[in-house]
């Protein structure tokens, strides 16, 4: 079976055209660099800090470092298949991420530091770290705190969606 979603960091030194993926949704943020121009199906500057961009995986697209080069995170998914959505956002003290069965979260650190769990289980994150939080058989409660800012990604298949929503409807 192919992927159904997968995460990337992309180098670029020179213009290059993006791989066409039809099905596949994608979203890049630019991490470095001075920019990147991404010109064919659609005409854009990622702009620093943190420029981000989504698109179709059928759009013919060709990417641009502005000055030598530039990092993109890359987000991508096969849009019959899965939810993803993608956040930027401050770390600032504690927060909790409940990660349901079946489903995942990635948090990539971009400036600062993040600690994932707690005691003898916990892990820290600096910049340019990414992990993945997925759920132990049940809805699982993981801790993240630091300072700094992270992209959080949370990508479910849309089976699971389709249950919640049949779920949430059902009187009690």
């Known amino acids: 079976m192919p992927w159904e979603w997968r995460l990337s960091i992309a180098e670029l030194t020179h213009p290059a055209p993006f791989s066409l993926l039809p099905g ?60 993803a959505t993608l956040w930027h956002r401050p770390l600032v003290g504690p927060m909790v991420v409940f990660v349901d069965p079946g489903a995942c979260w990635a948090v990539h650190v971009l400036a600062g530091e993040a600690r994932i769990g707690t005691g003898a289980a916990s892990a820290t994150l600096t910049r340019g770290d990414t992990a993945l939080l997925r759920a132990d058989g049940k809805r699982t409660r993981h801790a993240l705190e630091g300072g700094g800012e992270a992209l959080l990604v949370r990508v479910v298949p849309h089976l699971l969606t389709a249950e919640a929503a049949l779920g949430a409807r059902v009187p009690p």
């Open 24 to 83: 596949v949704d994608r979203e890049l943020v630019l991490l470095q660099g001075d920019g990147v121009h991404l010109a064919g199906a659609v005409d854009h500057r990622l702009e620093p800090p943190y420029g981000r961009l989504r698109l179709r995986g059928e759009d013919a697209v060709t990417a641009t470092p502005v000055v030598a080069f530039a990092h993109a995170f890359n987000l991508m998914w096969r849009r019959d298949r899965i939810d």
